[in-house]
């Protein structure tokens, strides 16, 4: 019986031993593991493009007054008219010129006594122009004063301005993707660098968002498109 019980003692001590070798193996490895996990670098790459916008819209807005509603359509007719031969004489389409619904006010709505005006409606309304023809709207604006001297009442609002837009972005994102990347991994390598190490494949990425500015105030036509991406690499 002690026989046997020096055994299984020696037999359980032998397992209680080979237990903690193979534990202390697997904590070696977590632990190894655990430091690769933590040798990881967070960078962001830029990439920037300059582009010329592709199409513009340029509402031509104008006002018309008169006494009766039938006067106040033969107007808007007639400023119309002169607007739509102006636009064709300086090389747009037809179909790139769209009229919009006129907004119609009754001015002596809110005026009283003698300060009411003489003309007792008025109209606002838009003329549209929708092209490509970017240089040809930029070439074109300077001689819309000649409307007013034909007795066209030009207005000017934040809601009518000229807008310029540029719609092949789809087109160049692959590109500044890539050369956002390029721009991380550049920064990673030179961290990886100061720590004397190697840069690894690619833990994690995240694409921001595209912006698409005026390059300035002056020249509209001209946009910045602008990607930031957020990489972690490893490190090895």
Known sequence: MKANGTGQAALLGGLIALGLIWGGSYLKDAVHIWKQSERVVSVKGLAEREVRADLVLWPLSFSVSADTLENLYTAIDRDRSKITGFLLQQGFAQNELSFSAPVVQ??????YGEQRSPLRYRADAVLLVRSHQVNLVKNSQPAVAGLVSQGVLLTQSYEHKTQYIFT?????????????????????????????????????????????????????????????????????
Not at 106 to 111: E, K, N, P
Not at 188 to 210: E, H, K, N, T, W
């Open 106 to 111: 009754d001015v002596w709505a809110s005026q």
């Open 168 to 236: 092949g972005l789809n087109d160049i994102k692959p590109d500044m993707i890539a050369q956002a990347t390029a721009n991380a991994r550049e920064a990673a390598r030179q961290f990886a660098d100061d720590a004397d190490a190697q840069v690894g494949g690619i833990r994690a990425a995240q694409q921001g968002y595209f912006s698409i500015a005026d390059l300035d105030s002056y020249t509209p036509e001209v946009k910045k498109v602008r990607v930031v991406t957020s990489v972690e690499y490893l490190l090895e």
